[in-house]
């Protein structure tokens, strides 16, 4: 069984800073993409930003210049650093990644269970 467990969201001031990390665990065999998707109210999830087992990256038009994604291979971690915070990245944070099961070799796509992203004065 495979588990991806999200941490860092919060509540933060507009041109502010946080870190989002995701860390995923069980029975793995093998990582592939892992991305960061967001959900505000009343909107559609959206891609934010994806990184490649090679490291890769790609990221969403409305975050470009202030959001980084990166990930540690060896703690099978992926990271979100987000700076210049603004009212409109208020959401929940999904981390997202292709894992393949050790048991099976089959690759799956696994969620988060989201983290809450709040920017307010």
């Known amino acids: 069984q495979v588990q991806l467990v999200e941490s860092g969201g919060g509540l933060v001031q507009p041109g502010g800073s946080l870190r989002l990390s995701c860390a995923a665990s069980g029975t793995i065999f093998s990582i592939g993409h892992m991305a960061w998707y967001r959900q505000a109210p009343g909107k559609q999830r959206e891609l934010v930003a994806a990184?490649?087992?090679?490291?890769?990256?790609h990221y969403g038009d409305s975050v470009k210049g202030r959001f980084t994604i990166s990930r540690d291979n060896a703690k099978n971690t992926v990271y979100l650093q987000m700076i210049s915070l603004e009212p409109e990245d208020t959401a929940v944070y999904y981390c997202?990644?292709?894992?393949?099961?050790?048991?099976?070799?089959?690759?799956?796509?696994?969620w988060g269970q989201g983290t809450q992203v709040t920017v307010s004065s």
């Open positions: 997202n990644a292709q894992i393949g099961d050790i048991s099976s070799r089959v690759v799956y796509d696994y």
């Open positions: 990184i490649t087992s090679g490291g890769d990256t």
